[in-house]
């Protein structure tokens, strides 16, 4: 059920635009954002676009024209249990590199972008699909029409999520459009009826309780402790940020698939340090998945480790290094991850810290934890 919406306008608007404002006072049952953006700036704004979605826990995006165009590049953010934002489209602008092109000056590589943009969202975005779009079309609209296409990528079986409204591109009776979006909103109130979200379940038994502090069950050796790597120990965004921006537009979704991608991340601050901390009280491994279609990762994953956690025999991480898509094939007590319902962390037989969760925001709060105190 939408609760939290974004507006993103078209070309040429802002935040004061009439139609986001008119839509905030005709559905004031729900939380609207309102935001200007700068949709010639295709960078900008899908930097700008991910961080106002995730701040505002948006559920649902308005858009018209060329903001039709970001929105649908956005997908779930990484390792995300939350669907992807529904999606309200109003006098699409689905190829932007071709309506762009007389426009002058053009900020540079703005066409390359524009062709990034639209290769990850129509060949590479399967969030985007029937159940979480609604297209709104003017039968009249001067500028552009993509009705046709809209239905043929993404029309419901039934017709029901692409709408025909009277009215031109920008000019149309504010109660036709109010009437249109109403339909929208209704359409994914009964999709989500239909298909109710169920989140994936966090095991509950295997939890660490941070209010509890850890005692180690065995009085004749160390507890066996995996590090993920991914947000654990690796920066994983740190890569991302160094990646051209071309490339990062074009494999949104599908950045951990870029050869060579896990040779540019740094550590997350304090990992290196908490490594060698709890390696003094543990038996530590580094336990990680290798991205299937990455032809470069487990080479770029050893030489991270040997990199930044030591290679020699004397290093803790000598030789500490497994790869694996099944985590729960692994005995051991604890296992450290950021994702506990994934790759079988879910089923590990020991303890999982969850990272980066509210209870383990950090390294300083498992070294907390897990460190004794002296």
């Known amino acids: 059920m939408p609760k939290n919406i974004l507006y993103v306008h078209g070309l040429n608007s802002s935040k004061e635009s009439y139609t986001g404002n008119l839509l905030k006072t005709s559905f004031p049952q729900y939380q609207w954002t309102l935001e200007s953006f700068q949709l010639m700036d295709v960078y900008d704004t899908i930097h700008k676009l991910v961080k106002v979605v995730r701040e505002h826990q948006i559920d649902t995006i308005v858009s018209s024209s060329l903001g039709c165009v970001y929105n649908l590049y956005i997908k779930r953010m990484r390792d995300s249990e939350t669907p992807v934002v529904n999606k309200i489209l109003i006098n699409p602008c689905c190829f932007p590199s071709r309506h762009l092109a007389g426009f002058e000056p053009l900020p540079p590589r ?46 419901a079986a039934d017709g029901s999520n692409a709408l025909w409204i009277e009215g031109k591109h920008a000019e149309f009776d504010p109660s036709v459009i109010v009437g249109a979006v109403e339909q929208g909103l209704n359409y994914f109130e009964k999709q989500g009826e239909i298909c109710p979200i169920k989140s994936a379940p966090v095991s509950s038994k295997n939890l660490a309780d941070p209010t509890k502090p850890y005692v180690n069950p065995y009085a004749d050796r160390k507890p066996v402790l995996y590090f993920d790597m991914d947000g654990v120990l690796v920066d994983f965004y740190s890569g991302v940020q160094k990646l051209d921006p071309v490339l990062r537009i074009r ?42 279609n990455n032809p470069t990762a487990c080479n770029d994953k050893l030489a991270w480790v040997k990199r930044y956690l030591g290679g020699e025999k004397d290093d803790p991480a000598y030789k500490r ?18 994702r506990p319902t994934k790759n079988g962390a879910d089923k590990f037989e020991g303890l999982v810290i969850p990272f980066g969760s509210a209870q383990f925001p950090d390294w300083s709060s498992v070294l907390g934890y897990l460190v004794p105190k002296e």
């Not at 703005?110 to 159940?131: Q, S, T, V």
């Not at 599908?254 to 490594?275: N, T």
């Not at 790869?323 to 450290?336: E, F, P, R, T």
């Open 321 to 338: 290094l497994i790869i694996s898509h099944h985590k729960d094939m692994n005995k051991g007590d604890i296992l450290i991850d950021d």
């Open 251 to 292: 494999s949104n979704g599908d950045r951990d698939e870029v050869p060579g991608i896990f040779g540019l991340m740094e550590p997350m601050p304090g990992a290196v340090e908490a490594f060698h901390t709890l390696a003094k009280h543990f038996d530590v491994y580094i336990l990680t998945t290798s991205p299937w």
């Open 110 to 155: 703005a066409m390359e972008y524009c062709d990034a943009l639209e290769d990850n969202i129509y060949h590479h975005n399967k969030d985007n699909c029937p159940e979480k779009l609604f297209g709104i079309f003017a039968k009249d609209d001067e500028l552009f029409q993509y009705h046709d296409f809209f239905v043929e990528q993404y029309g």
